[in-house]
């Protein structure tokens, strides 16, 4: 690039970011104005949980990272995460195994991540919640009458269509769990399906499916945020919170309805076993000498390199370790359909050659998923030209009014 055109790119760059930092601050502004006050001191809160501040900054910082985000950002990722206890949260639980919570809830010691999560303002939530009964129906429904417009609805757990959604009927109202959906869905400032049981179906919707389980966006016909995982990640959902305070709306999408920055590279990107692969260097069966020097699970079932994830990044328990790092490959649960594609688990997927290069993989990855880096890129370049069109036309139309 010349140097003329490098600095006019560098200009313009810093001007966008310039607008979005203008943006961010009067959106924080009606946060503290509009939204509850918040119940919980989050710096006492940590320093009670032996945080100190260095550390906080530290994990702003990456936060700030993970978002794709410049570093002059980490203050309002700051301010963002003190302000996380005043939005409100209704969350729903359908067809599922209430994994999701409790992977949130299970920390032996907790973090920056898991400290916001005691904070958050659940309105609603059927597994935390004392209420039960008539009781439990009124809380929701004051929770969405107070809240209309300006509370996020989590969801956990597919839909099931069959018998008219009879499969799945809920609470003393004998309401189904597609009007339970509907009701409070309508209502919401956003949708975040939490697990990939709301967001593709998951096992609820493996073949043969006898309940017509679906996901949230197929059974409602709405758009989604797709928190994805078997469970998911807490950071990830954390983050994508973090993101609304600060812009008043959702982080850029790939295809599948997954926050980019959570979910725009591959699990086989980040890990560590990755120059075994490129080394073709492969555990053969459980418990081999390769096994034992921490080689590529991929002859042994690992679908890292059709799965997008950041797993590899932030870990489980605490950041202390994942799947791949433990000695099991990934089996692609951030994906739709894993039960059924990805099968079997601990085989690699048929008619696939074996590594010997990143070209290789590329083209199995993208051939599987469908969600390419040019894909991604496009949409969030696409996302960014549309919400600097809207911003165009209501300046416009503020200067006429």
Not at 24 to 29: D, G, L, P
Not at 254 to 264: F, H, I, M
Request: charged share 25%; net charge neutral.
């Amino acid at each position: 690039m010349a140097k003329g055109n490098h600095s006019d790119y560098k200009k313009m760059i810093d001007r966008q970011y310039k607008d979005l930092m203008k943006h961010c601050q009067e959106h924080m502004e009606q946060v503290e104005k509009n939204l509850p006050e918040s119940t919980d001191d989050l710096h006492e809160m940590l320093r009670a949980r032996g945080i100190s501040r260095r550390e906080f900054v530290k994990w702003t910082s990456a936060i700030t990272a993970a978002l794709m985000l410049p570093p002059i950002f980490r203050p309002m990722v700051a301010k963002a995460a003190e302000n996380f206890s005043r939005l409100p949260i209704v969350w729903l639980h359908f067809a599922e195994c209430t994994g999701c919570s409790e992977a949130f809830l299970r920390s032996s010691y907790p973090n920056v991540d898991d400290i916001l999560l005691e904070t958050i303002s659940l309105e609603y939530h059927e597994t935390l919640m004392a209420a039960s009964g008539y009781q439990a129906e009124q809380n929701l429904e004051k929770a969405i009458h107070d809240f209309a417009g300006k509370f996020i609805c989590v969801i956990e757990g597919a839909l099931p269509r069959g018998l008219d959604g009879k499969y799945l009927t809920l609470g003393p109202k004998g309401k189904t769990g597609i009007q339970v959906a509907k009701e409070v869905t309508s209502k919401a400032a956003a949708v975040i399906c939490i697990g990939s049981c709301s967001a593709f179906g998951n096992i609820q919707a493996a073949n043969p499916n006898p309940t017509d389980s679906v996901s949230i966006s197929k059974a409602l016909g709405i758009s989604t945020v797709n928190i994805a995982g078997c469970p998911p990640n807490s950071v990830n959902f954390t983050g994508t919170l973090l993101h609304y305070l600060m812009f008043g709306g959702l982080p850029a999408l790939d295809s599948l309805g997954r926050p980019v920055w959570a979910y725009g590279k591959r699990i086989h990107d980040y890990c560590e076993r990755r120059p075994h692969y490129d080394a073709s260097e492969f555990v053969e069966e459980w418990g081999d000498a390769a096994a034992l020097k921490g080689w590529c699970l991929y002859k042994v079932g690992c679908k890292g390199p059709y799965t997008y994830a950041n797993c590899g990044k932030v870990r489980f328990n605490d950041g202390i370790s994942w799947p791949i790092m433990a000695g099991h490959g990934c089996i692609g649960c951030t994906e739709p359909g894993f039960w059924d594609t990805m099968a079997p688990l601990e085989k690699p997927l048929p008619d696939k050659s074996y590594g010997g290069g990143e070209k290789t993989v590329d083209k199995i990855g993208i051939a599987l998923t469908g969600v390419a880096a040019a894909g991604i890129a496009a949409h969030a370049v696409a996302s960014a030209i549309r919400h600097r069109k809207d911003d165009r036309i209501n300046t416009e139309e503020e200067k006429h009014d």
